[in-house]
């Protein structure tokens, strides 16, 4: 497995995060240019109601915020996924006080088609691999059952339920909650090939 930069030139208060190629996405990090795909495909009420952080609406300027502060603190890691070269979504590691936690979303053209699990299992490979995580969280929204879906396939076991405060719905839900440790990833690896490329 070769580690390689996304192809651009970041500041010194900005870390960078390889590119990670699976069967058939390509993880890199968002860029400026990315910005008005990411509005695009998050300016979406399903999406923003099961994620923590995405307003609704979510227009052009919240994607450049979001592009221009991402990844930039010490184990932070927020991946563009593209599928032939277009964004389809996001999968990012947020190093929180409580532990590193995993998130994703995908864009409502592409659901049901496992690009989810096949991003999450990258992200998660390099969280563990590159990142050395002892273990990592996840929560998806009750009423989420393909989310809830995609973490039980990555090896994520339910640990119990919490209120999760979510922007877009300016209130708190009750959110399935989940933990993988890095020893049951290590048996669960024989999950697809992931590598990052140059």
């Known amino acids: ?118 991003a999450a299992r990258a992200v998660i490979g390099y969280a563990f691999g590159t990142l050395q995580y002892a273990a990592l969280q996840a929560g998806a929204r009750v009423n989420n059952p393909a989310s809830r879906r995609v973490l039980e396939k990555c090896g994520f076991q339910w640990t119990g339920v919490r209120l999760i405060r979510v922007r877009a719905i300016n209130s708190a839900a009750p959110t399935d909650r989940f933990r993988l440790d890095r020893g049951l990833w290590e048996s669960l690896r024989s999950w697809g090939r992931v590598s990052e490329v140059a």
């Open 1 to 118: 497995m070769t580690l390689s930069h996304d192809a651009f030139a970041p500041t010194d208060r900005e870390l960078c995060v390889p590119v990670l190629k699976t069967d058939r996405l390509l993880l890199r990090a968002p860029r400026r240019g990315d910005a008005k795909a990411i509005a695009r495909l998050a300016n979406e009420r399903r999406i923003a109601v099961n994620t923590a952080r995405i307003p609704h609406p979510y227009g052009l300027s919240d994607a450049e915020q979001f592009v221009a502060a991402v990844n930039r603190r010490d184990g932070e890691a927020a991946f563009l996924i593209t599928l032939d070269g277009a964004p389809i979504g996001l999968c990012s590691i947020d190093p929180r006080e409580d532990g590193p936690e995993i998130g994703y979303w995908i864009g409502v053209p592409y659901w049901g088609q496992g690009y989810a699990t096949e």
